[in-house]
């Protein structure tokens, strides 16, 4: 699906599941490294991302997030232009969305300027089963040849799929339907290249562009169960908040959501198709 917008905006052509199937001849891997993104202005949220950190397996560290606020006029018009790809994004990001945009793909050039082979990363509203998530890390490990990317969903959230491999109760999975929520990620460094280049600029929330396989080229996959707790509402709730709408708007919100949704769906669900055929 080509992108819609200037041509300067034109993206690569998509290859759904190419990284993921290159990977068949390397090495399994066990060493990650956690990034936890945490705004520093969201201080409820510090002693929550303190105690994920502590509660992992493995080395990690605190990643400042970009305040969408603080955002000059110039920077936001550099990050983020509207209608790059197709189906067209129909809202405007507020600035909170775009800052969480800005600090994911700091992240992702992380990865790759530091040449980690994967990195876990997570928002700051999570807590983690110290023991199934150190469980989880060793699956991935045993499997690395069969991911790129691989979504950690919130308990509640998990998708429905075709598994992949399973072991010790746990399953990888390739989703029917597109996953939401980035609460937690496993990234492998080509993920990472291939995302920081289709998202400059991006012209949607974080979330549901990473839904876009048929852009990304990534074989979006997830793991179940999931070891996250998504615990925001004990944190004092999202740190991405909306202005009051209208009565009309709020009208346009709830008719295009759905159209939206739907052909986001449809265009998963094509190109997955297209990746699992034999």
């Known amino acids: 699906m080509a992108p819609c917008g200037p041509a300067r905006y034109k993206?690569?052509?998509p290859f759904a599941g190419r990284i993921n199937r290159s990977l068949r001849d390397r090495p399994a891997l066990s060493a990650s490294r956690a990034f936890v993104i945490h705004l520093e202005r969201a201080t409820g949220r510090r002693p929550t991302a303190e105690a994920l950190l502590r509660a992992l397996p493995i080395p990690g560290e605190i990643f400042p997030a970009v305040d969408g606020r603080a955002l000059a006029a110039d920077a936001v018009k550099a990050a983020y232009a509207r209608g790059r790809y197709a189906p067209r994004?129909?809202?405007?990001l507020v600035p909170a969305e775009i800052g969480a945009f800005l600090s994911h793909r700091a992240v992702w050039r992380r990865i790759v300027e530091d040449g980690l082979d994967h990195a876990v990363v997570f928002e700051d509203d999570?807590?983690?089963?110290?023991?199934r998530f150190e469980a989880l890390l060793a699956f991935l490990a045993a499997e690395?040849?069969?991911?790129?990317?691989?979504?950690?969903?919130a308990a509640g959230l998990e998708p429905s799929g075709e598994p992949l491999a399973q072991r010790d109760g746990m399953t990888l999975l390739r989703p029917h339907t597109p996953p939401l929520r980035a609460i937690g990620q496993v990234?492998?460094?080509e993920a990472a290249a291939r995302l920081?280049?289709?998202?400059?600029?991006?012209?949607?929330?974080?979330?549901t562009f990473l839904q876009m396989n048929w852009v990304t080229g990534l074989t979006l996959l997830?793991?179940?169960p999931t070891p996250i707790r998504d615990v925001s509402r004990e944190t004092g709730g999202t740190t991405v908040q909306r202005k009051r709408l209208g009565f009309f708007e709020r009208l346009r919100h709830?008719?295009?959501?759905p159209i939206y949704r739907a052909q986001v769906r449809a265009r998963y669900r094509s190109a997955l198709a297209a990746d699992t055929k034999p």
């Open 11 to 13: 993206a690569a052509r």
């Open 89 to 92: 994004y129909p809202f405007a």
């Open 126 to 131: 999570a807590a983690v089963d110290p023991e």
């Open 144 to 153: 690395r040849r069969r991911w790129s990317y691989v979504l950690m969903p």
């Open 187 to 189: 990234v492998s460094r």
């Open 196 to 207: 920081l280049a289709l998202t400059a600029p991006f012209d949607r929330p974080i979330d």
């Open 222 to 224: 997830a793991v179940t």
């Open 254 to 257: 709830e008719a295009m959501r």
